[in-house]
Nanobody, 123 residues
Framework: QVQLVESGGGLVNPGGSLRLSCVAS????????WGWFREAPGKEREFVAS??????HYKNSVKGRFTISADNAKNTVYLQMDRLRPEDTAVYYC??????????????????WGQGTQVSVSS
């Protein structure tokens, strides 16, 4: 099993930046695939970004503003969020994709989630 702990959320003005961290522990290998998702009030959890298999993917609305990265030595996945907008407000979750799966944008293929961290963008 894997345990995930997110941190780094907070309240920021529009145009501001935050860096989220997701620390993983337990059953981890370097080839694991990781994703960031978010859940706004009244909405379903949606894909934001993912990293693994030598590639990254992003939701269209965050391309050019968000950057996902991983530090295998620290078992940590990051989400650098720049030029934040009010519509980015949500609880952000990291997850690990089922090993061998390629459905990186679909929540049902993630087998582990953290507790989430709140990101609020408002003036």
């Amino acid at each position: 099993q894997v345990q995930l702990v997110e941190s780094g959320g907070g309240l920021v003005n529009p145009g501001g930046s935050l860096r989220l961290s997701c620390v993983a522990s337990g059953d981890i290998v370097s080839s694991d695939y990781w994703g960031w998702f978010r859940e706004a009030p009244g909405k379903e959890r949606e894909f934001v970004a993912s990293i693994g298999y030598g590639d990254t993917h992003y939701k269209n609305s965050v391309k050019g503003r968000f950057t996902i990265s991983a530090d295998n030595a620290k078992n940590t996945v990051y989400l650098q969020m720049d030029r934040l907008r009010p519509e980015d407000t949500a609880v952000y979750y990291c997850g690990r994709l089922q090993r061998g799966s390629f459905y990186y944008s679909r929540t049902q293929y993630y087998e582990a989630w953290g507790q989430g961290t709140q990101v609020s963008v408002s003036s």
